[in-house]
């Protein structure tokens, strides 16, 4: 596949609001990571409400050195959210993360919902798959939601 790449990103103010993600994580990401061979993570804390704007570095990880690369940022926290403002990065194939687990993210609203209805006590072995069996062995881990005609708990 492609890699993607900031290299071309406008100079500006971004919000995140995606089911990636909303915000950079704090914690650093492994090369080859976030669709980008570079992945682009904050190397602080994000600022209070009370800080108003701040300077970040966000370092892309490339080999060993997860900071040989990096890129200075603006960050400002509005309450439920946060804004960045962003520079195209350094490589084409450098990206700005995004992430989603509960330590960055409110699982009550950054969840993958679980609608199948094979999923219920009342199907048998494959009674409700056509035949097929059926596992969760592809989820990726995350924080997930069960909303379906078999119920929607455990």
Known sequence: GTWMGDVNLAVGWYRFNSSGGWKI??????KDHCSGKYPGWLNGPHPSVGD???TR??????????????????VKNCTSYFVYQ?????????????ATDSALGDPCVTHTVLDQPWRSTDCSHTKCSDGTEMGDRNLAEG????????????
């Open 86 to 98: 962003l520079w195209p990065s350094h490589d084409e194939d450098a990206v700005y993360c995004t």
């Open 57 to 74: 570095t966000v370092c892309f990880t490339k080999d060993e050195n997860l900071c040989e690369k990096h890129q200075e940022i603006r």
């Open 52 to 54: 108003g704007e701040v």
């Open 25 to 30: 994580p704090e914690t650093d990401v492994p």
């Open 143 to 154: 924080w997930y939601r069960f909303s379906s005609s078999g119920g929607w708990k455990i």
